[in-house]
């Protein structure tokens, strides 16, 4: 049974005032946050939405007292049990952080340290702050993930971070985050990387752990229909600004600004099924099979083909095989049966044996942008190695085509003089599109490219990618867990599952009714702008589980 919401002043566990921010860019102070007022009461969750650079972030690491590095508080108050934390001393925010408001971030894997178990890591700031002694911290660890139905909860945390799954890891730092039982956790984007099915099961533990232990909460998203499932109000916010504030249904069904209208209307969209003249294949794959070190089976028997022009949309779960048959595709694993053909010519296997003519022709994005980006370049650099390379571009002609490539990832000039660190995630995702886009490629495999972006800038993104196929004709291997995706690009279907083809087709065969039993699994597990959604889901999860379907945790 959840607690209460608690709405009385003496009850207000976290009071922010005309908080203003700023961040050192070009040389002065600019403003990021722009005088934000909120409260969270006891038990209470708050949801933050808006779009990248919307403030939502350094909103939320500022009720640590905390600014990213280049950022400042520059004025307004923070009180935390009425202790203002603005200002305070390292001693006393040292104190805050971790036992009494805890912090998840939104890549896992980014931020456990991949050289130490997972309970190491779990006990290390409850044993440090003095709050418990090893002992009682490891056996919390397992307490809580068995809360957090983690497989093998006595066991898992002697598992190292890579010998887990995404949505496991995920779950793990939410165990961390709750090891010293705090009286607020802030939650930044935790299920934006993670699948459809995956998600699920995250937001259930999240929502399940919050109830338990009457923790409040702050969470951060850029989808309204994610925070929906969890919070009891919701903040809208943009460009620093406060949009709107409400209860959670009251902002889902009766919004006052145009602005969390259009929020709203996102995930409404649904792109028309294209028939394509041409029927010139650009890729087949046949028959491929691929494993890591010849023992664990990850693609068996896979084969699909990409005509001029259209886009091929590669769904399922993780660990399904989508971004390994991409790594097979681009050379990185050789496959250990079939062959991958392009433009009806078999060809090499091993990435270092491709002539460079053929690299430039099938480019990739990838996923993780933060890893894709070369810390220490700046953006000009970063778009300007595949022009020289390619097209032996220098001088004066790199230098506008760079500006070109940045008008049309809609990134403003002064960006070109930037480091990746000084981008937002969605920033620094279409820079890594237009480095796909700098070698004017045939086919582009696209690896979960919008997974990282807020909804909005998404659908600018796939806007700007139908329209270069329109004029380019260029083809698409869209690789992604977001079904809302899917709807809006895809030309044909392929349903992955445990390395296999479930089914594949036209997006109006495979969204259509009715539905294998795995397909329906994942286009039932799409968010809706529901606040009941999550339980009705985990319901219907239920009953395709006592069907037969495997549902993976």
């Keep these: 049974m959840s607690d209460p919401v608690y709405t009385s002043k003496t009850n207000c566990l976290l009071n922010i005032r005309d908080l203003y921010i700023e961040g050192y860019q070009e040389e002065e102070w600019r403003q990021i946050v722009k005088g934000v007022s909120l409260h969270v009461n006891r038990g209470e969750v708050l949801g933050l939405i808006g779009e990248s650079g919307a403030g939502k972030s350094t909103i939320g690491i500022a009720t640590m007292g905390y600014t990213r590095a280049g950022c400042r508080i520059k004025s307004g108050s923070i009180l ?7 200002g305070a001393d390292d001693e006393t925010l040292r104190k805050m952080r971790g ?19 997972l309970t190491h890591q779990f006990v290390e700031t409850a044993v440090q702050e003095g709050v418990m002694s090893f002992a009682e911290a490891e056996g919390r660890a397992k307490e809580l993930f068995r809360r ?22 995920q779950r793990c730092m939410v165990a961390m985050a709750m090891a010293c039982n705090p009286d607020l956790i802030v939650f930044d984007e935790p299920t934006t ?9 995250v937001l259930g533990a999240i929502k399940e752990v919050i109830e338990a232990y009457g923790t409040a909460a702050i969470y951060i998203s850029h989808d309204l229909a994610v925070v929906a499932q969890i919070a009891d109000r919701i903040m809208v916010l943009r460009h620093g600004f406060e949009v709107e504030t409400g209860e959670t249904r009251q902002m889902i069904e009766n919004p006052k600004e145009d602005y969390t209208r259009e929020l709203l209307s996102v995930r409404k969209s649904r792109g028309e099924t294209v028939d394509h003249e041409s029927e010139e294949i650009v890729l087949e794959v046949k028959n491929v099979k691929a494993a890591y070190g010849n023992k664990v089976i990850v693609l068996d028997g896979v084969s699909t083909k990409i005509v001029r ?3 091929v949309s ?5 660990g399904s095989g989508k971004s390994t048959l991409a790594r097979v595709i681009t050379g990185l694993l050789p496959p250990i049966d079939g062959e991958v053909r392009f433009h009806g010519n078999s060809i090499q296997p091993m990435l270092k044996k ?6 430039r022709r099938m480019q990739m994005i990838y996923q993780m942008p933060d890893t894709a980006l070369n810390p220490k370049h700046k953006v000009k650099k970063i778009l300007g190695r595949p022009l020289n390379f390619y097209f032996g571009m220098s001088g004066k002609e790199r230098d506008l085509r760079i500006l070109e490539l940045l008008e049309m990832i809609e990134l403003e000039p002064e960006y070109a003089e930037r480091l990746p660190d000084e981008l937002s995630g969605g920033e620094k995702q279409r820079v890594c599109i237009a480095r796909a886009l700098a070698a004017e490629p045939e086919l582009i495999i696209c690896d979960e490219v919008t997974s990282a972006l807020d909804q909005l ?13 329109n004029e380019l004709k260029v083809s698409y291997m869209f690789i992604t867990h977001d079904l809302d995706t899917v709807k809006a690009i895809s030309d044909h279907i392929v349903v992955m599952y445990q390395g296999k083809v479930v089914e594949q087709g036209q997006k109006t065969v495979i969204l259509d009714p009715p539905y294998e039993p795995y397909t329906d699994l994942l286009l039932s597990s799409v968010p809706e702008m529901d606040p009941d959604w999550l339980n009705r889901v985990i319901e219907h999860r239920q009953k395709l589980a006592d069907k037969g379907v495997n549902i993976r945790t």
């Design 354 to 359: 491709r002539p460079k003519e053929l690299l």
């Design 309 to 311: 022009g259209e886009t």
């Design 99 to 117: 036992p009494r408001i805890s912090y998840v971030a939104q890549s896992a894997a980014a931020s456990f340290n991949p050289a130490q178990k």
């Design 314 to 318: 590669i769904v399922g779960e993780s």
């Design 80 to 86: 935390f049990e009425g202790n203002e934390l603005f």
């Design 148 to 169: 957090l139905d983690l497989p093998d909860p006595d066991k898992i945390g002697e598992r190292y971070p890579h010998q887990v799954s995404g949505g496991q890891l």
């Design 193 to 201: 990387a993670l699948d459809v099915t995956t998600q699920i099961e």
């Design 457 to 469: 800038v998404a659908k600018g993104i796939l806007k700007l990618l139908q329209k270069l196929q």
